[in-house]
C-alpha cells in the first residue's frame, strides 16, 4: 500500500511517498481503507518537526476517513463496510482530559492517517453522518472537534450569545457553523473582504477586517454594547491582547491555536478586572466525537471544503495550509 512518510529530514521537502506491506486487523482491531484526509495547521507544524515528535520516519495527518473493510475477532461496534473516522485521541474514549486520555494522538505519537490502509482499535473509529462524503466527514476528528468542545463543552454556548471567530481557516468556520446551530450571533474577523462576505453567507452577524481596523477588539466589543460572550482564539501572540480587549466581564477565551507564534505577553490587569476565564483546549473525546455528529446528522449540515488535492500532491496542500489562504478546510482525497 501507498503511504506518505516524512522520511528524510523534518521538513515539506523531506517527505516521499513509499511502500509499505498492507496490514491485518488483530482482535479488538478493524482494518480500515482511507478514503480522505484533512489538513490541520498541527499537521504542518508536525512535518516542519515543531510538533514535539523526534522520530523518522513518520506517517503525518491525523484527520481522515474511510471505510471497514475487515475486523478482528471479538469486534462488534463496528462491522466491514461502515463509514468511519479514526478518533484524533486514540486513547480518549469519554471522561475528562488527562495526561493518560491524550497519551495517543495520530500523527503523533501513533502514525497518521496518510496511508491506505490502517490498522485500529475499534474502540477509535466512530461512524459518520450518512449525508456527508468521505471529504467531507474527513474533517471532523480534529478541526470539527475542537471547535464543538470549545462551544459546548467548555462555554456551553446558549441561543443569544455572541461569539468572536478569528479568520476562515477550519477550526475557526466551523465555529461560525456550530454557533449559529445554537442561535448565537457571530463575529468573524479576517483581513480579507471577500472571505468575510464567504462568513457572511454562512450566517455571520458582523465581520471586521483587522487589516483596515487594527484595534478589532474594540471594535468587536463596541458592537455587541458590552462586550463578546465567547472568543474562539486561534491566533496566538498577535491576537491574544485584542481577545482580550473584546470579552466581556466574566467573558471566556477558549485557546485553541498559535497560528502567529507562541510568545505572548498577558496583560494580566484585564484579564483579572475582567475576571475572565482562559480555557486552552485541543480537541476532545470519542463521546464528544458522537454528540457532535447527532448534531451534524439532526441539522444535515455540511462542513466548508475550500480545495481537494490528490493523494499524490500532498507537499501542494501542505503549502497552501502554510500560505493560509484556503477558507475552510483542505483536504487529500486517496486513490
Given at each position: 500500500?501507498?503511504?506518505?512518510?516524512?522520511?528524510?529530514?523534518?521538513?515539506?521537502?523531506?517527505?516521499?511517498?513509499?511502500?509499505?506491506?498492507?496490514?491485518?486487523?488483530?482482535?479488538?482491531?478493524?482494518?480500515?481503507?482511507?478514503?480522505?484526509?484533512?489538513?490541520?495547521?498541527?499537521?504542518?507544524?508536525?512535518?516542519?518537526?515543531?510538533?514535539?515528535?523526534?522520530?523518522?520516519?513518520?506517517?503525518?495527518?491525523?484527520?481522515?476517513?474511510?471505510?471497514?473493510?475487515?475486523?478482528?475477532?471479538?469486534?462488534?461496534?463496528?462491522?466491514?463496510?461502515?463509514?468511519?473516522?479514526?478518533?484524533?485521541?486514540?486513547?480518549?474514549?469519554?471522561?475528562?482530559?488527562?495526561?493518560?486520555?491524550?497519551?495517543?494522538?495520530?500523527?503523533?505519537?501513533?502514525?497518521?492517517?496518510?496511508?491506505q490502509?490502517?490498522?485500529?482499535?475499534?474502540?477509535?473509529v466512530?461512524?459518520?453522518?450518512?449525508?456527508?462524503?468521505?471529504?467531507?466527514?474527513?474533517?471532523?476528528?480534529?478541526?470539527?472537534?475542537?471547535?464543538?468542545?470549545?462551544?459546548?463543552?467548555?462555554?456551553?454556548?446558549?441561543?443569544?450569545?455572541?461569539?468572536?471567530?478569528?479568520?476562515?481557516?477550519?477550526?475557526?468556520?466551523?465555529?461560525?457553523?456550530?454557533?449559529?446551530?445554537?442561535?448565537?450571533?457571530?463575529?468573524?474577523?479576517?483581513?480579507?473582504?471577500?472571505?468575510?462576505?464567504?462568513?457572511?453567507?454562512?450566517?455571520?452577524?458582523?465581520?471586521?477586517n483587522?487589516?483596515?481596523?487594527?484595534?478589532?477588539?474594540?471594535?468587536?466589543?463596541?458592537?455587541?454594547?458590552?462586550?463578546?460572550?465567547?472568543?474562539?482564539?486561534v491566533?496566538?501572540?498577535?491576537?491574544?491582547?485584542?481577545?482580550?480587549?473584546?470579552?466581556?466581564?466574566?467573558?471566556?477565551?477558549?485557546v485553541?491555536?498559535?497560528?502567529?507564534g507562541?510568545?505572548?505577553?498577558?496583560?494580566?490587569?484585564?484579564?483579572?478586572?475582567k475576571?475572565?476565564?482562559?480555557?486552552?483546549?485541543?480537541?476532545?473525546?470519542?463521546?464528544?466525537?458522537?454528540?457532535?455528529?447527532?448534531?451534524?446528522?439532526?441539522?444535515?449540515?455540511?462542513?466548508?471544503?475550500?480545495?481537494?488535492f490528490?493523494?499524490?500532491?500532498?507537499p501542494?496542500?501542505?503549502?497552501?495550509?502554510?500560505?493560509?489562504?484556503?477558507?475552510?478546510?483542505?483536504?487529500?482525497?486517496f486513490?
Open positions: 500500500m501507498k503511504v506518505w512518510q516524512v522520511a528524510r529530514d523534518w521538513s515539506i521537502e523531506g517527505m516521499e511517498l513509499a511502500d509499505l506491506p498492507e496490514p491485518t486487523p488483530g482482535p479488538g482491531q478493524v482494518a480500515v481503507r482511507m478514503r480522505a484526509a484533512s489538513l490541520n495547521y498541527r499537521d504542518l507544524l508536525t512535518v516542519q518537526g515543531k510538533g514535539g515528535v523526534s522520530r523518522l520516519p513518520l506517517i503525518p495527518f491525523s484527520d481522515g476517513a474511510g471505510e471497514v473493510i475487515a475486523v478482528g475477532e471479538g469486534v462488534t461496534r463496528v462491522g466491514v463496510g461502515d463509514r468511519v473516522c479514526p478518533m484524533f485521541f486514540q486513547s480518549w474514549i469519554d471522561g475528562k482530559v488527562s495526561a493518560t486520555s491524550r497519551r495517543y494522538a495520530l500523527g503523533g505519537t501513533r502514525s497518521g492517517v496518510l496511508q490502509v490502517m490498522v485500529l482499535d475499534a474502540e477509535g466512530s461512524p459518520v453522518p450518512s449525508h456527508l462524503s468521505f471529504q467531507e466527514a474527513a474533517t471532523l476528528p480534529c478541526a470539527g472537534l475542537t471547535a464543538w468542545r470549545a462551544l459546548f463543552e467548555e462555554a456551553k454556548v446558549q441561543p443569544g450569545d455572541t461569539v468572536l471567530v478569528q479568520g476562515t481557516g477550519g477550526v475557526s468556520i466551523f465555529a461560525l457553523q456550530f454557533a449559529k446551530l445554537a442561535g448565537a450571533s457571530v463575529i468573524v474577523t479576517s483581513s480579507s473582504d471577500e472571505k468575510l462576505e464567504r462568513a457572511k453567507a454562512l450566517g455571520a452577524d458582523h465581520t471586521i483587522y487589516r483596515t481596523v487594527p484595534e478589532w477588539g474594540k471594535a468587536a466589543a463596541e458592537w455587541t454594547g458590552c462586550g463578546v460572550d465567547h472568543v474562539v482564539e491566533g496566538g501572540k498577535d491576537t491574544f491582547g485584542q481577545s482580550l480587549e473584546a470579552a466581556r466581564v466574566g467573558g471566556t477565551i477558549l485553541i491555536g498559535v497560528l502567529s507562541f510568545s505572548q505577553q498577558i496583560a494580566m490587569p484585564t484579564l483579572f478586572s475576571n475572565l476565564h482562559v480555557i486552552g483546549l485541543s480537541v476532545g473525546s470519542r463521546r464528544m466525537f458522537e454528540g457532535m455528529t447527532a448534531a451534524i446528522g439532526r441539522n444535515a449540515m455540511k462542513p466548508v471544503i475550500d480545495r481537494v490528490g493523494f499524490d500532491a500532498v501542494d496542500a501542505l503549502r497552501l495550509m502554510q500560505q493560509g489562504g484556503h477558507f475552510g478546510k483542505i483536504v487529500v482525497e486513490p
